[in-house]
């Protein structure tokens, strides 16, 4: 994601896609951020209790940090002689060190087998009726024997206690070999798949950070998406806003060219709505600001009769209106109880709404765009955390600039209609040469031809 920080230089940051709500040309039921914010986190923490319930019953022991590191079987062996070796020094003497080094080397190759042996004659040896023999066998080395034995199996108590927390640790972090779609590993798919929604990442541009303010969790980010005031179906732009973020502030980053026009005719309007469900959100900063909603307000109720029929036709289109003239008619529908709000006091989780539908936005008098929330999903880590990158572009389609007729280097800043001495129709001009070839001492060479100030799109 293309970014600027404090300084002004550029960064790249990547944001996770949407989450699994969105489906291809459906529209989701009438919601509220609150109420999805509130369904997911239960449905996380009831994922939560039913997995880690089934854990507790596994593993009731807590489970100790410090036996867990990982103890090979050599060094085992060598841990036993070394407690040996401590215990034999306090009792006053040592054993010698070719002894000990044979008995260590046994020991290192197939201690298993060793302590089996050593088991297996000291069994022998205390044999009713059976000689022993002592011969060759110092009382030392039997100490040492008896002490070896004792640590070692010490030591393989410690072991086989560090597997079974092992075997713990592995449930706890959903281990990979548990078959995918079974059992725990099921279970830790779904709450991650609720948690992150998707894991690819796509590039896209940030505005400029002006705090380091973190965005809280629980917050929802919803996709908002505008679209063309004469293409149909074309997009224009796509952020990502949070649920608790005002109206205003996703108006202000919008983007439309009758804007520009205005601005530079100098009669630039700041004001306009959102049509979300049955409200009418307007912008009314400036004390110049014209509630637009007013006059759509005060015709419903002065033209309830009118207002009807066109709403009937609306909800149920034409083929239903044609129905209703032939066969008689049906139960009438009733107009929805609009009302005004102010779009600067208003948050995206203040207002109901349908996932996938089409809503209004008006601005500049009669200037009217399709808007749709696309979707909705619960911040992931991977989203920028400050709340002041938001709403956050996540698609603007870059503008196309029309070069100048003559030069072809320049863009173009005018374009005339029926120049006689142009070389096509329209065409296309940069300042430069567009002085150049109808003017001659500040004065204009001829006048029967239309010139307008182009604006690129």
């Not at 306090?90 to 000990?100: H, M």
């Not at 992150?196 to 969790?217: I, L, M, N, R």
């Not at 601005?363 to 002041?388: A, F, T, W, Y």
Request: net charge negative; aromatic share 10%.
């Amino acid at each position: 994601m293309l970014g600027h920080d404090e300084g002004g230089e550029n960064f790249y940051v990547s944001i996770p896609l949407g989450g699994p709500i969105y489906v291809s040309d459906l529209v989701g039921p009438l919601t509220r951020v609150p109420d999805f914010e509130t369904s997911v986190i239960e449905e996380l923490e009831s994922l939560k209790e039913e997995v880690y319930g089934d854990m507790a019953q596994v593993c009731d022991e807590d489970i100790s940090v410090d036996e867990l590191k990982i103890i090979q079987e050599d060094e085992l062996v060598s841990k036993a002689f070394e407690e040996a070796f401590k215990v034999d020094e306090l009792a006053g003497g040592s054993p010698s060190d070719s002894a000990a080094l044979g008995i260590e080397q046994s020991c290192l190759q197939n201690p298993e087998e060793n302590k089996k042996a050593i088991v297996s004659s000291e069994s022998n040896n205390n044999l009713p009726g059976k000689r022993k023999n002592w011969k060759g066998v110092s009382k030392k080395n039997n100490y040492f024997d008896e002490s070896y034995m004792v640590k070692v199996e010490q030591l393989a108590r410690i072991k086989l206690k560090q597997e079974e927390d092992k075997a713990c640790v592995r449930l706890h972090s959903f281990n990979n070999s548990i078959v995918p779609g079974h059992g725990v590993n099921a279970k830790a798919e779904k709450i991650k798949h609720l948690k992150s929604g998707s894991v690819s990442k796509k590039q896209v541009k940030a505005t400029s950070s002006y705090g380091d303010v973190p965005v809280q969790f629980p917050e929802a980010v919803l996709s908002f998406e505008v679209y063309h005031n004469r293409k149909t179906g074309s997009k224009t732009q796509e952020f990502l806003v949070l649920g608790r973020q005002f109206l205003t502030e996703v108006k202000d980053k919008m983007y439309c060219l009758t804007d520009e026009i205005m601005r530079r005719a100098g009669k630039y309007d700041p004001s306009g709505y959102f049509l979300i469900e049955d409200v009418f959100c307007n912008d009314t900063r400036e004390s110049s600001n014209v509630d637009y909603s007013k006059t759509i307000l005060d015709w419903l109720k002065n033209s309830k009769n009118d207002a009807l029929e066109k709403w009937e036709f609306i909800v149920a289109g034409e083929v239903r209106q044609k129905q209703k003239a032939i066969l008689g008619t049906e139960n009438k529908q009733q107009l929805p109880r609009f009302k005004s709000l102010h779009m600067q006091s208003t948050r995206f989780c203040d207002l109901r709404f349908h996932l996938g539908a089409g809503y209004l936005y008006c601005h500049q008098g009669n200037c009217r765009h399709l808007i749709v929330l696309r979707d909705m999903r619960l911040i992931h880590p991977e989203d920028v955390q400050k709340r002041s990158a938001y709403p956050l572009i996540t698609y603007q389609p870059k503008l196309l600039f029309k070069k100048c007729s003559v030069c072809k280097i320049y863009k173009a800043d005018k374009v005339t209609v029926d120049d006689k001495w142009a070389s096509e129709n329209p065409c296309y001009f940069c300042d430069i040469c567009y002085y150049m070839l109808h003017y001659v001492d500040r004065s204009l060479l001829y006048s029967d031809f239309s010139v307008y100030d182009y604006h690129h799109e």
